[in-house]
C-alpha cells in the first residue's frame, strides 16, 4: 500500500487547472473577480475533500488487513516527507535485485534489458501536456481565444480610445508652442503625403509649389524656418491663393501642423536639397537666414 497525495497538493492542482482553462476561455484575467469562478473552485475543493475522507476510510480498511510488517514499512513510508519521496520516486535508480525482477529475458551483444517504467515526472509532463493541448484545441475552436483578428481589432480599438483621450485632455500646440521633434517627423510625412505632396511633389522637391528643400523662401514671416512652416500652413500665403490656411480652415490641428513642419525642417536641413537637375523646381523667393 502506497501513501496517498496529500490533500492540500491536490487542492493546489484543482486551482491551477481551473485557472488555466478559465484563462483560455475568458481570454484575460477578469475571471478572478467573477463569483462562477470561485464557485467551481469552492465546489471542486469539496469534491476534493470528500473524495479525501472516503480515501482515508478505505485506507484505514485496508491498513488493518496488512501483517505487521506491512503495517510498519507502510507507517515508515509516511514519515518521508512528501516532496522527498516524489523527488526519489521520480530519480531514484533500481537497485541490483530490483533489476533482476525487471530484467528481461533477452538481450543484444552482452546488453541487458529491463522493462524499466518511464519517469514520472515524464508521464506527468505527457499527460499534462496532451491535458492542456485538448482544452487549447476546444478554446481555439469554440471561442475567440489566439486569433491574432480578434487580439488586433481589440488593440486597435484601445489605442484609438487613449489616442482620442489624450487628444481630448491635450490642447492642441500652437505656433507659440509647438517645438521641432524628430519623433514627429514620420507622422508629419505622412501629413504631408495626404495634403501637400499634389503641390510640392514629392519629397518637397516642388511642382505647382515652390521647392522645399532649397533655401529660397517667398514668404519669411518668422525668424525660424519650423516656425516658419508652422506660420504658413495654420496662416496660409498671401502672396498665392493656393497655399490654403490649412490650420484656419480646419483641415489641419495643431498637431497635424507641427508634424509636418516637423518633416519639411528635415528635408530642409537634414537632407541634400533637391536641385533643378535632380528635377527640383527652380528657387523661388529671397534667401533665407535662419536663426538656430
Known amino acids: 500500500m502506497k501513501p496517498r497525495t496529500p490533500i492540500y497538493i491536490t487542492i493546489a492542482i484543482i486551482f491551477v487547472i481551473l485557472f488555466i482553462v478559465y484563462y483560455m476561455f475568458v481570454q484575460n484575467a477578469t475571471f478572478l473577480s467573477s463569483p462562477y469562478f470561485w464557485g467551481t473552485v469552492v465546489i471542486s475543493v469539496i469534491l476534493a475533500l470528500i473524495h479525501s ?49 525487471i530484467l528481461i529475458d533477452h538481450g543484444f551483444d552482452g546488453i541487458m534489458e529491463l522493462d524499466n517504467q518511464l519517469p514520472k515526472w515524464w508521464l506527468g509532463l505527457f499527460w499534462f501536456g496532451v491535458c492542456y493541448c485538448v482544452v487549447y484545441l476546444m ?25 482620442a483621450e489624450y487628444m481630448k485632455n491635450t490642447p492642441p500646440p500652437t505656433i507659440d508652442n509647438a517645438v521641432y521633434s524628430a519623433d514627429n517627423i514620420a507622422a508629419g510625412e505622412e501629413v504631408f503625403k495626404t495634403n501637400c505632396v499634389s503641390c510640392h511633389g514629392d519629397g518637397g522637391k516642388g511642382g505647382i509649389g515652390p521647392n522645399l528643400t532649397d533655401n529660397y523662401w517667398i514668404n519669411q514671416p518668422e525668424k525660424t524656418l519650423f516656425k516658419n512652416v508652422f506660420h504658413m500652413v ?24 507641427q508634424n509636418v513642419a516637423a518633416y519639411v525642417y528635415h528635408i530642409n536641413q537634414e537632407q541634400s536639397p533637391i536641385t533643378t537637375a535632380q528635377g527640383g523646381a527652380a528657387p523661388q523667393g529671397t534667401e533665407a537666414h535662419w536663426e538656430k
Not at 481565444?145 to 487613449?162: I, N, R
Request: net charge negative.
Open 139 to 163: 478554446s481555439y475552436g469554440l471561442t475567440d481565444f489566439a486569433h491574432q483578428g480578434k487580439e488586433y481589432d481589440e488593440e486597435y480599438k484601445a489605442q484609438t480610445a487613449s489616442i
Open 53 to 101: 475522507a472516503i480515501g482515508d476510510l478505505i485506507e484505514n480498511d485496508k491498513f488493518k488487513k496488512l501483517s505487521a510488517a506491512e503495517k510498519e514499512e507502510y507507517l515508515n513510508s509516511k514519515k518521508v516527507p512528501y516532496f522527498k519521496s516524489l523527488y526519489e520516486s521520480a530519480f531514484k535508480k533500481q537497485s541490483s535485485t530490483e533489476e533482476k525482477d
Open 234 to 257: 495654420e496662416d496660409g500665403s498671401p502672396n498665392n491663393p493656393t497655399m490654403q490656411a490649412w490650420g484656419k480652415n480646419g483641415v489641419l490641428t495643431g498637431f497635424d501642423i
